[in-house]
């Protein structure tokens, strides 16, 4: 804004900050949504990949119950029983050796960046403090992070903008090489680039930037906040890679709706975050570690896993089909897992409304994608039901004229 325009009108009293379906829900079940007029939707958005294990899931409702009616918050002045738990199971059943628990993913990426940074200069290093991270990425919306982004829409009004950070072009590794100086602490990706367009790195991709960065004693971060926990029909999407991270900030699936996030570590590095030097009031809190527990007794029961494959497979065949079919209009059908983008020839926000009108509920992501992100729990039947919404959307729309 410049300083002769006079200043847009505020309605209030929510600060406007958010571009609202004209809609809003009174209770879920599963894959469904219900409005305040009770009419059924389909979730393929889940709250933007939050409600892994769907709407008002019994285990959850009856963790969070018994712990409201027991303990609410006590801070980590205290030892946490359920907090222990659960950094084991996530420690046991990944990369990591350490977890610290956040409320959100930004707080997790926060952890991560400061991690990074301290780790360097606890092993003699204060000068390696830069992070390089992609073109496209998205990190979360604090100072440090949208720096990392770096993306005009991110940082625009927001300067000075947080130094130390450095962007290449996604996924150009030879151009990752080249951005790392004798100041690179992390190079920082997510697996699969969720604002971004839904684009995941190859396994082959993530692999080589592995080897580069042991190659100049670079820490690896991952952002699995919106691919982890599942979504891929992994616990975390760098698992199809073969690779283990120095350092990955999870959120969203994790507490399935509830506000959870964590930072996870390897042991070289997570011994350095002693005390004093990081921590949160909130975090890892007993209502939170309840949810979060009993979200990892659904999703570490046996077989999960294969099943969220078999419903990513069933899934992307029928996408794959809507392409062959409609191939002038949908242009790409991409992905992993249940992480999927759909790439149409003209903008996605008047087609999400349509579907939305139609009873699905989808998300965006960039100017022209799609984005499904079902909870993991969807059924087959709920597939048969997405794509025939699909089917009823691209059956009326005409190609456009450059196109025809
Ligand atoms: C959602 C998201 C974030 C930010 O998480 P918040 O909980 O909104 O702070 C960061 N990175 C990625 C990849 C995300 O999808």
Same mark, same amino acid.
């Given at each position: 804004m410049?300083?002769?325009?006079?200043?847009?009108?505020?309605?209030?009293?929510?600060m406007?900050c958010?571009?609202?379906?004209?809609?809003a829900?009174?209770r879920?079940e599963?894959?469904?949504?219900?409005?305040t007029s009770?009419?059924?939707?389909?979730?393929?958005?889940a709250?933007?990949?939050?409600?892994?294990?769907?709407?008002?899931?019994?285990?959850?409702?009856?963790?969070?119950?018994?712990?409201?009616?027991?303990?609410?918050?006590?801070?980590?002045?205290y030892?946490?029983?359920?907090?222990?738990r659960?950094?084991?199971?996530l420690?046991?059943h990944?990369?990591?050796?350490?977890?610290?628990?956040?409320?959100?993913g930004?707080?997790?990426?926060?952890?991560?960046?400061?991690?990074?940074?301290?780790?360097?200069?606890?092993t003699?290093?204060?000068?390696?403090?830069e992070?390089?991270?992609?073109?496209?990425?998205?990190h979360?919306?604090?100072?440090?992070t949208?720096?990392?982004?770096?993306?005009?829409k991110?940082?625009?009004?927001?300067?000075?903008?947080?130094?130390?950070?450095?962007?290449?072009p996604?996924?150009?590794?030879?151009?990752?090489?080249a951005?790392?100086? %004798?100041?690179?602490? $992390?190079? @920082? +990706?997510?697996?699969?680039?969720?604002e =971004?367009? /839904?684009?995941p790195v190859?396994?082959q991709?993530?692999?080589?930037?592995?080897?580069?960065?042991?190659?100049?004693?670079?820490?690896?971060?991952?952002?699995?906040?919106?691919?982890?926990?599942?979504?891929?029909?992994?616990?975390?999407a760098?698992?199809?890679a073969?690779?283990?991270?120095?350092?990955?900030?999870?959120?969203?699936g994790?507490?399935s709706?509830?506000?959870?996030?964590?930072?996870?570590?390897?042991?070289?590095?997570?011994?350095?975050?002693?005390v004093?030097?990081?921590?949160?009031?909130?975090?890892?809190?007993?209502?939170?570690?309840?949810?979060?527990?009993a979200?990892?007794?659904?999703?570490?029961?046996?077989g999960?896993?294969?099943?969220?494959?078999?419903?990513? %497979?069933?899934?992307? $065949?029928? @996408? +794959?089909?809507l392409?062959a079919?409609y =191939?002038? /209009?949908?242009r790409?059908?991409?992905?992993l897992?249940?992480m999927?983008?759909?790439?149409?020839?003209?903008?996605?926000?008047?087609?999400?409304?349509?579907?939305?009108q139609?009873?699905?509920?989808?998300a965006?992501?960039?100017?022209?994608?799609?984005?499904l992100?079902?909870?993991?729990i969807i059924?087959?039947?709920?597939?048969?039901e997405a794509?025939?919404?699909?089917?009823r959307?691209l059956?009326?729309?005409?190609?456009?004229?450059?196109?025809?």
């Amino acid at each position: 804004m410049t300083e002769d325009k006079l200043p847009p009108p505020f309605l209030g009293p929510l600060m406007p900050c958010y571009n609202r379906h004209d809609i809003a829900f009174e209770r879920g079940e599963g894959v469904q949504l219900f409005d305040t007029s009770g009419r059924r939707y389909l979730d393929f958005a889940a709250g933007i990949a939050v409600n892994a294990l769907g709407h008002a899931h019994p285990h959850l409702v009856a963790a969070l119950q018994g712990q409201a009616a027991k303990l609410w918050h006590t801070s980590n002045m205290y030892h946490i029983p359920a907090q222990e738990r659960l950094a084991e199971r996530l420690v046991d059943h990944s990369f990591a050796d350490g977890v610290f628990f956040t409320n959100s993913g930004v707080e997790a990426m926060e952890c991560a960046i400061k991690l990074a940074r301290r780790y360097h200069y606890a092993t003699g290093n204060p000068g390696r403090y830069e992070v390089i991270a992609f073109h496209g990425a998205f990190h979360g919306r604090s100072l440090a992070t949208i720096a990392a982004a770096g993306k005009e829409k991110l940082v625009e009004g927001f300067g000075p903008m947080l130094t130390g950070f450095d962007q290449v072009p996604f996924f150009d590794l030879e151009a990752a090489r080249a951005a790392i100086t %004798d100041q690179t602490a $992390a190079i @920082l +990706v997510e697996p699969v680039q969720g604002e =971004g367009g /839904i684009v995941p790195v190859q396994p082959q991709q993530l692999k080589d930037l592995r080897a580069l960065c042991d190659q100049h004693g670079v820490l690896l971060i991952l952002d699995e906040i919106q691919c982890g926990m599942g979504r891929t029909g992994r616990l975390f999407a760098h698992e199809w890679a073969g690779i283990e991270p120095d350092i990955v900030a999870s959120a969203k699936g994790i507490g399935s709706g509830f506000p959870l996030g964590a930072c996870l570590a390897k042991a070289h590095v997570a011994c350095h975050l002693g005390v004093g030097t990081h921590g949160s009031t909130y975090g890892g809190n007993p209502l939170a570690m309840a949810v979060g527990n009993a979200v990892m007794d659904v999703m570490l029961a046996p077989g999960f896993m294969d099943d969220v494959c078999d419903r990513a %497979d069933y899934l992307r $065949a029928g @996408l +794959v089909r809507l392409k062959a079919n409609y =191939g002038h /209009i949908l242009r790409d059908v991409r992905g992993l897992g249940l992480m999927l983008g759909l790439e149409f020839d003209r903008p996605a926000r008047p087609l999400i409304t349509q579907l939305m009108q139609d009873g699905l509920l989808v998300a965006q992501s960039g100017e022209n994608v799609i984005r499904l992100l079902p909870p993991l729990i969807i059924t087959r039947a709920d597939i048969d039901e997405a794509l025939a919404t699909l089917t009823r959307l691209l059956d009326g729309l005409l190609p456009t004229e450059e196109t025809s």
